[in-house]
């Protein structure tokens, strides 16, 4: 499978901001998936895009993908103080395990 | 959405002693489940592919006799980690594909301490 590598590895932003995180990867994809951890606890699924997708949108996420540069961004619209935490991304071949990048420490002040 | 448990969510052991971990798929059959460690604030690392009814895969560099993966079942794959040392404090995750075989569901994980 493929691993993501995201950016920045840190972020720091206030309340009401919007938060940007980038992902490239390496190999072709059939999809890619973007995955939130709080501090000591297990990964969340937040979206998946897939390799003919080039954007998609669930509740105050947005995903983008783009396959020619194999990159793909997750923006948080009107961040919270709960969005907190830490953002992975990972490029998935069917039936294949997904391998994570370091991911993106995102803090969100009020 | 599947739901994964993963039982303890802490452990404190002594340097010698071995280790269960459980992971159980509650709401769905999970052919297949992941073994993920993490140090902090780093990247979870893949340690072996558990398939129900045969032998794990396991990445290069994990010892397979010292991470010892058994699945049983299509709802329960358990990790043991036999004569844990200090170096193997670490927090465990597993994770399960759903039906659709593509995003992952994880359990809360498990933060190994030896003493």
């Known amino acids: 499978s493929q691993q993501g590598e995201e950016d920045p590895q840190a972020l720091s932003i206030q309340e009401g901001e919007n938060a940007t995180m980038n992902c490239s990867y390496k190999?072709?994809?059939?999809?890619l998936q973007w995955y939130r951890q709080n501090s000591g606890r297990g990964l969340v699924h937040l979206i998946l895009?897939?390799?003919?997708?080039r954007e998609k949108h669930s509740g105050r996420l947005r995903v983008t993908l783009d396959t020619s540069k194999k990159s793909s961004s997750l923006l948080i619209t009107a961040s919270r103080a709960a969005d907190t935490a830490s953002y992975f991304c990972?490029?998935?071949?069917?039936?294949?395990?997904?391998?994570f990048g370091k991911g993106t420490t995102l803090s969100v002040s009020s | 959405g599947a739901v994964v448990s993963q039982h303890p969510s802490r452990v404190i052991c002594k340097s010698g002693t071995s280790v269960k971990i459980e992971c159980r798929s509650l709401d769905f059959q999970a052919t297949t489940m992941f073994w993920y460690r993490q140090f902090p604030k780093q990247s979870l690392m893949l340690m072996a592919t558990?398939?129900?009814?045969?032998?794990?895969?396991?990445e290069q560099g994990v010892e397979k006799d010292k991470f010892l993966i058994n699945h049983a079942s299509l709802t329960l794959s358990t990790l043991t980690v036999t004569s844990a040392h200090p170096e193997d404090s670490s927090f465990y995750i597993c994770?399960?594909?759903?039906?659709?075989?593509?995003?992952?569901?994880f359990g809360s994980g498990t933060q190994l301490s030896v003493l």
């Open positions: 895009i897939r390799s003919n997708e």
């Open positions: 994770s399960a594909t759903g039906t659709d075989n593509e995003k992952l569901f």
């Open positions: 990972a490029g998935n071949q069917a039936g294949t395990a997904l391998i």
């Open positions: 190999t072709s994809i059939n999809n």
């Open positions: 558990s398939n129900e009814g045969s032998k794990a895969t396991y």
